[in-house]
């Protein structure tokens, strides 16, 4: 799968959802680190959207214990069905995720270098920095930000647009009921992908549209 236009990714931690998310979502954001047994969900899956994986650590915000995560990751990738895989921006960096990007791309599975501030938005350099640094290590630079104000909301768009113009391919959103609007709004300015859950009882951050809406509002805004 290529991130070269918007993609809307539907958060689930049960692959029985997926049948629920075709009307809507482009592909399905399996979130194993909240998941019963995933490799198994994994193995026995014969859905029709492809596959994201995440395995979210707890100091970003997930529910996967550092031991055997990227492990868990790095078999993941050798699914047939996954199409794109998510590891942290400091796990990149640390070189911890070298050989799970190695075997993503031995496998043309595209790498989504993600990072995630739950308590504000940087600076707008800080922004423009961070997602060139995740373009480095990924296809794909993902920033997720906490918006209080409209200024933050702003912030990221300028610079979602900025690293569009650079050539990068990123996906940006704001966090939190300031930035709410940023999920619909981001495409927009060159964000490439989009998150909401299957369930709208069980969103996996903070100011999530549910699935229909979002994609509903994406369409929308992009007619005009």
């Not at 075997?103 to 997602?131: K, N």
């Not at 906490?146 to 704001?174: N, Q, Y």
Request: proline share 5%; glycine share 8%.
């Amino acid at each position: 799968m290529h991130f070269d236009s918007f993609r809307l990714a539907a958060a689930t931690a049960d692959l029985g959802e997926e049948p629920a998310a075709r009307e809507h979502a482009d592909l399905v954001e399996f979130r194993m680190d909240m998941a019963g047994e995933p490799l198994t969900q994994l193995s026995n899956y014969d859905g029709e959207l492809p596959l994201l994986v995440t395995n979210r650590p707890e100091w970003e915000g997930g529910e996967a214990a550092d031991a055997g995560r990227l492990a868990a990751l790095e078999a993941a990738v050798t699914d047939d069905a996954v199409a794109a895989v998510d590891v942290e921006l400091a796990t990149a960096r640390e070189g911890d995720a070298d050989a799970l990007i190695e075997t993503a791309r031995e496998h043309e599975v595209r790498v989504i270098v993600s990072t995630h501030d739950f308590e504000a938005t940087p600076p707008m350099g800080d922004l423009q920095e961070t997602l060139r640094d995740a373009c480095e290590y990924g296809d794909v630079g993902k920033l997720a930000v906490t918006a209080e104000t409209p200024d933050d909301v702003l912030d990221l768009l300028v610079a979602t647009r900025a690293a569009t113009v650079e050539g990068h391919t990123v996906a940006t959103m704001a966090m939190g009921e300031a930035g709410r609007h940023s999920r619909a709004v981001a495409p927009l300015y060159g964000s490439r992908i989009g998150y909401a859950p299957v369930d709208p009882d069980a969103a996996t951050a903070p100011g999530q549209y549910d699935l229909a809406t979002l994609a509903d509002l994406v369409a929308e805004l992009d007619s005009q």
